[in-house]
């Protein structure tokens, strides 16, 4: 019954001042989503586990000083992992569209797959696991640009972990 009366309440409000109805496909401008923050994210985790690792031999007393970088990196490689899920599921659900799913049928399955990396990344250390997220990601990448009709190149980061990633020919 509350919500027959703000209905009509604002049905009636909207009437007396004139208001015209607005609406919108999406929550932010068409043509701005790009896979690569997401890429960028999965490298950084790479790279915390990296240091991490670093970190953890060169340190044999685990003073205050190891203890700081540690939670840093930690909190760095968390941070990332969620964005990068973060950017995928952006993607996922506001760009990708029936005919994409149609003629890549692998997307429900790879970004779940990205999902469940990114929370492996979240729980654990394992550098394998982030590289196959990297792996994940970037073909992800590829379905991406490839649904725009835009081609693409692998090429090495130019900072470490200097891993793979796929980028679009511009």
Known sequence: MEDRMKNQTLKTMTEWFSIEEAS???DIPCGIYDPHQA?????TVIRMIDLMNTLFKDHKEHDLEFKNSMSRYIAVKEEHAELCKHEIR???GDYIKPAQLEKYPQLHELTHKIMQ???KCRQGANRDTALE????VNEFAGIF?????????????PYPPAEDML????
């Open 167 to 170: 980028l679009p020919v511009l």
């Open 117 to 119: 990396l990114g929370s």
């Open 145 to 157: 640009w490839a649904s725009k009709g835009i081609e693409t190149k692998t090429v090495k980061a």
């Open 90 to 92: 952006v993607i996922w």
């Open 133 to 136: 997220l990297l792996k994940a």
């Open 24 to 26: 919108a496909h999406c």
């Open 39 to 43: 890429q960028i994210a999965a490298l």
